[in-house]
């Protein structure tokens, strides 16, 4: 690894394992109008979604944005790393690592796991470059919204699996798991 000088000479230096590049995923729900959510609060209820979302984040960091970690039925979700972004510096939640910015936040992660994005919004844009990998539940139905997802872009993201779910009875709309690889 190498970086440019003034002079237009090289300096290298050694690679510090610590900034070796962190296992970033994003799991979100998203309806097909890639609306995620209203109020600051979830479009829709589907059981087994929560429960992927429990089963695929459990022992990880998830890193969400304030609003998001207040909107959680239980703080902080249990048998995981809370890491909240704030901008507000020096402020502390309890029980919960804390970052003051997406680069603090990516240094701070676990450099050994996978790390979960988990929201809202405007945290899942500003990663959407900086992840590997997406965990997509695709609700097949159009909701209304105030908060959207980014489009994933087919130039970027490659669909490596996904599993229909159209017999779930608590829901009257079908949905979808997918996952996605950055090619």
Known sequence: M??????????????????????????VAIAENNAIGKD???????????????RLTKGHFVIMGKRTYYSLPTRPLPNRTNMVITDIPNEQIDNCLMAYSIEDA???MDA?????IIGGGSIYRQFMPLADKLYITRVH????????????????W????????????????????EIYERK
């Open 112 to 116: 050994n796991n996978e790390n979960f």
């Open 158 to 177: 490659q669909l490596v699996d996904k599993k229909d779910i159209d017999d779930d009875p608590q829901n009257d709309f079908t949905y979808s798991f």
């Open 106 to 108: 990516v240094e701070k």
């Open 2 to 27: 190498h970086r440019e000088i003034a002079n237009g000479g090289e300096f290298n230096y050694p690679i510090d394992q610590t900034n070796m590049k962190k296992k970033i995923s994003i799991i």
């Open 141 to 156: 139905k159009h909701f209304e919204a105030d908060t959207f997802y980014p489009e994933i872009s087919p130039d970027e």
């Open 40 to 54: 600051n609060d979830l479009l829709w209820h589907i059981s087994e979604d929560l429960k992927r979302f429990k």
